[in-house]
T-cell receptor, first 111, second 115 residues
Framework: QKEVEQNSGPLSVPEGAIASLNCTYS??????FFWYRQYSGKSPELIMF????GDKEDGRFTAQLNKASQYVSLLIRDSQPSDSATYLC???????????FGIGTKLQVIP | DAGVIQSPRHEVTEMGQEVTLRCKPI?????LFWYRQTMMRGLELLIY????????DSGMPEDRFSAKMPNASFSTLKIQPSEPRDSAVYFC?????????????FGPGTRLTVT
């Protein structure tokens, strides 16, 4: 079992819709959770991080964490074609900066 | 401010040759990470340095891979001898211990092709 699981996609959504990206992790001791965005041919960049159960909102992005279910998600409201990228879920066990990345979900926003 | 700098950006070499990838982290960052990214395996951590000391090298695939960080502003990843299965994009990333999010800043990557 992989430590961080994501559906590789592609996930296709129409422009203006809500894109929902999901991630599960295996280590119950995980403490920090990150979403990175990676455009084709580019390097990953951090867009959200979350530590506590519940929702965290930043503009059009909302990260959701449920530690009991070992589940973290990213919602993108009012999706734009410029949101088309691969979204990497990353998990850290805390006290140590090592993060484990999922395979990434490719998102396609259709104009 | 300059971000993480990696060189070369592209490297094409023949099987059996030595390859050296270079990284300059962001000034003031005290953690440095080397990753390898492939379509099949995604982004894999190879080695992690903190204050120039290797902390976790469990991701280094085999003895053909070695990494050094002689000072706070420079690190190398060496593959000797290289094999076609080493073809991938290699990223270097740095972060600051003081950052609450432990955000890692990635360099542009080195695309390695071994023929």
């Amino acid at each position: 079992q992989k430590e961080v699981e994501q559906n590789s996609g592609p996930l296709s959504v129409p422009e203006g819709a809500i894109a929902s990206l999901n991630c599960t992790y295996s280590d119950r001791g995980s403490q920090s959770f990150f979403w990175y965005r990676q455009y084709s041919g580019k390097s990953p960049e951090l867009i959200m991080f979350i530590y506590s159960n519940g929702d965290k909102e930043d503009g059009r992005f909302t990260a959701q964490l449920n530690k009991a279910s070992q589940y973290v998600s990213l919602l993108i409201r009012d999706s734009q074609p410029s949101d088309s990228a691969t979204y990497l879920c990353a998990v850290s066990s805390g006290g140590y900066q090592k993060v484990t990345f999922g395979i990434g979900t490719k998102l396609q926003v259709i104009p | 401010d300059a971000g993480v700098i990696q060189s070369p950006r592209h490297e094409v070499t023949e099987m059996g040759q030595e390859v050296t990838l270079r990284c300059k982290p962001i000034s003031g960052h005290n953690s440095l990470f080397w990753y390898r990214q492939t379509m099949m395996r995604g982004l894999e951590l190879l080695i992690y340095f903190n204050n120039n000391v290797p902390i976790d090298d469990s991701g280094m695939p085999e003895d053909r891979f070695s990494a050094k960080m002689p000072n706070a502003s420079f690190s190398t990843l060496k593959i000797q001898p290289s094999e076609p299965r080493d073809s991938a994009v290699y990223f270097c990333a740095s972060s600051s211990n003081g950052g609450p999010s432990y955000e890692q800043y990635f360099g542009p990557g080195t695309r390695l092709t071994v023929t």
